[in-house]
């Protein structure tokens, strides 16, 4: 059945994908970025009942939920950049912790049966000791970024504890897909395709590990949770360890 579906950092990355899936399967949209969409990418936002531009913590933000009343609330916006928090702790911590706050406290005066998605970070692991990392792995971050993921964290499972508002945390590994202009899959395609580069290096002992999940993947991670009613937190990455 057709739902209200509102997708925060609706402009980014992982954003874009689940507006265009979500929008795909028939389900209304409304998309918050801090800047408006491009022309180019109208094509991305099917089925789109509107899209605002807005720094979070907003308060039209508030208006918004009154007046569109989403049954979803998937939150992708914020700083997604461990080297960032590591040079601004402060200002990544005000993205993450401050800006979940707030949408959490506006679902609770406003909206409180509205489902709340928190994209969160296998970054919270820190270095597991054991592969694959399940969600009963200790959580031991080891940067600003995976500290303030693990904080709102705590804010979901304290509004959920004491609210009643029902959340689902997702803790995604290394998202890849059309569009990525960053991270390790994107920078060894750009090298390998510039002519004028004649040795690309990379640096390690090779024998590091990372789990690849597709963002078209996660968009379906969130489908098949928010339709089972499902909430908690939730691995979404291939869980296949490269040795197997």
Same mark, same amino acid.
């Given at each position: ?26 389900? #209304? ?15 991305? @936002? ?16 508030? #208006? ?19 080297? @960032? ?21 506006? %679902? ?34 080891? #940067?600003?970024? &995976? ?11 304290? @509004? ?15 998202? @890849? ?10 920078? %060894? ?12 290096? %990379? ?35 291939? &869980? ?5």
């Amino acid at each position: 059945m057709p739902e209200r579906i509102l997708v925060t950092g609706a402009g980014g990355f992982l954003g874009s994908h689940i507006c265009n899936y979500f929008g795909r399967q028939g389900h #209304s949209i409304a998309a918050i970025d801090r800047v408006p969409a491009p022309p180019e990418t109208a094509a991305l @936002y099917p089925n789109l009942w509107n899209s605002y531009a807005m720094s979070l913590p907003d308060k039209t933000f508030i #208006s918004i939920i009154r007046d569109f009343q989403p049954a979803l609330l998937i939150h992708c916006a914020g700083s997604a950049s461990v080297p @960032y928090s590591m040079q601004e702790p402060y200002d990544d911590f005000q993205q993450a912790a401050g800006v979940t706050a707030f949408m959490l406290e506006t %679902l609770r005066k406003h909206m409180p049966s509205c489902h709340f998605v928190f994209l969160s970070s296998a970054a919270v692991y820190g270095n597991p000791q054991e592969l694959p990392v399940s969600e009963k792995a200790s959580c031991q971050p080891i #940067s600003p970024y &995976g500290y303030h993921k693990y904080i709102c964290e705590m804010l979901c499972r304290e @509004y959920k504890s004491i609210y009643n508002i029902k959340s689902s945390v997702i803790r995604i590994f290394s998202a @890849y897909g059309e569009r990525l202009r960053k991270q390790v899959v994107f920078d %060894l395609c750009k090298k390998f395709s510039d002519p004028s580069v004649k040795r690309v290096e %990379l640096f390690g002992t090779g024998s590091e590990t990372r789990d690849f999940v597709h963002a078209v993947d996660i968009a379906q991670a969130i489908d098949r949770i928010h339709t089972a009613g499902a909430s908690g937190v939730f691995n979404v990455a291939s &869980g296949i360890h490269p040795h197997q």
